[in-house]
């Protein structure tokens, strides 16, 4: 992706091997490239998806035969809140083992981190898949069918290689460090509102024994009455993969996992948008907070946050 430079006081997000800063231009390395994408970004003929992206998709298909199978299922469970919960456990284990084994089998050695089974290290300490097979288990939990498996990978501390899909809608969307977003075959933009009126928000909602819900509720005050929308679906991954394709024109969370992120902020960024933490940093995949917009919207975003604090 082309890429402009920006001065230390104004870097925000995305994917840097180095950031430039002090009056001396000294050199630090950085997690994430900061940038700020230009909007002459090549769109080009549709770019196929790569050898290493297709490793990923054909993983995330396979486990999504046996979520699509089980969430057909989830509906007799009502009855029993005891049971429906135990059922949707073990979909969500069985759809990481699926995960895990598929990719294991075509990348032997690369660490592995998933929401179920935590960090297991491999023996290749350059690359680390982020996993979560099942983003949105609540609503899966209740039938609606608002939810994701989300696979990226990590190389040298940055995500290179992103896939987010909705089983049920067949929404695929992936996307390679350099080569933009797509969904399907459709390559992916945010959106170009500038103001914050026109624009529909997403976001998180605290709930029962999770979240700060003192706080999100002074950053609600501080957005909603400034915007046109704010929209809670309950799957942060949907959510930034709906930013990358321009349907939501911002998302911020906090309290999230890296495997909720880890692909939607590849997403983002590769179809031209910024990607911080919640404080304008680069914590995302550490911290559990994230902002995400273009490139007008995320400063005015951050600004509403800074002042509920």
């Known amino acids: 992706m082309l890429a402009e430079p920006l001065s230390a006081a104004a870097l925000i997000v995305c994917n840097p091997h180095i950031v430039r800063t002090g009056a001396a231009g000294l050199c630090r390395p950085a997690p994430l490239v900061r940038f700020r994408p230009l909007s002459r970004h090549p769109k080009g003929p549709v770019t196929t998806p790569s050898a290493l992206l297709k490793v ?16 057909g299922e ?11 919960a135990d059922f949707v456990s073990a979909a969500d284990l069985k759809a990481e083992q699926t995960l895990f084994e598929e990719l294991e089998r075509v990348r032997p050695g690369y660490g592995f981190l998933g929401e ?16 979560d097979p099942l983003d949105g288990t609540t ?58 009126d026109e624009s529909v928000i997403a976001t998180g909602i605290p709930f029962l024994g999770h979240g700060q819900h003192a706080r999100f509720l002074k950053e609600l005050h501080q957005i909603s009455q400034r915007v046109a929308g704010v929209r809670r679906f309950g799957a942060a991954a949907l959510d930034l993969a709906w930013v990358a ?60 946050l800074k002042a509920a604090a």
Request: charged letters at 25%; proline letters at 2%.
């Open 56 to 71: 990923m998709i054909d993983a995330v298909r396979k486990a999504a035969r046996g979520l699509t199978r089980d969430f």
């Open 74 to 84: 989830v509906g007799e469970l009502q009855v029993s809140k005891k049971g429906a």
């Open 116 to 131: 179920e089974r935590g960090e297991i290290p491999g023996t290749d300490k350059t690359h680390r898949w982020i996993v």
């Open 139 to 196: 609503n899966f939990l209740h039938g609606i069918p608002h939810f994701a498996i989300n696979v990226a990978l990590e190389r040298d501390g940055i995500v290179v290689a992103a896939v987010t899909y909705n089983p049920v809608t067949h929404d695929l969307f992936w996307a390679e460090r350099g080569r933009g977003a797509f969904m399907n075959d459709k390559r992916l933009r945010v959106s170009v509102r500038s103001k914050l």
């Open 245 to 304: 394709a321009g349907r939501f024109d911002a998302f911020w969370e906090r309290d999230l996992g890296a495997w909720d992120i880890a692909a939607g902020l590849l997403l983002v960024s590769e179809a031209g948008g910024m990607v911080t933490d919640a404080e304008g940093g680069d914590a995302m995949l550490t911290g559990g907070s994230i902002c995400a917009a273009n490139s007008t919207l995320h400063p005015l975003i951050l600004e509403r």
